[in-house]
């Protein structure tokens, strides 16, 4: 491997950890643990309420692990699980109104720090590191093994 190559593969996975690590240092006034306002932003950033499966794929853990994730958001009042129309064994996410408010202020916040993070870049400079992160993300989805 070149060391090229090596500063790559090193970024890949510190970039996404100093971004969440800057994230969760800022929403912490919120109350809620990284985990926790990973899944409130994804549904505010959805617009609309999800399929259980689907948000624990944007959040990037395992369904069951989400679901106790899940368990304590609803105690406290942020969301609800309904019943989805073509599967009822299916669950769609929702949140609550006040969650509603909530996630309006969590994605400022999370949307001042995209524009502080990625404000130095020109257009073409993200053109091309949309590009480059899209191939890195292809080429992986493609090396994954069938049900995995």
Known sequence: MSQSHQEVAELLGAVPKAWR???DQRLRPYGFSQATWQVLLKLGRAGEPLLQNELAGRVGI???SLVRLLDVLQADGWIVRQP???DRRAKRICLTAKAQQLSGELLQVADALKAELLGGL???ELQICIK???QI???AEQAQE???
Do not use: F, K, S
């Open 21 to 23: 690590a800057l994230l």
């Open 132 to 134: 480059v992160l899209a």
């Open 62 to 64: 395992e369904p069951a």
């Open 122 to 124: 020109d257009a073409q």
């Open 137 to 139: 993300r292809a080429a």
């Open 84 to 86: 989805d129309e073509q």
């Open 146 to 148: 069938p049900g995995a």
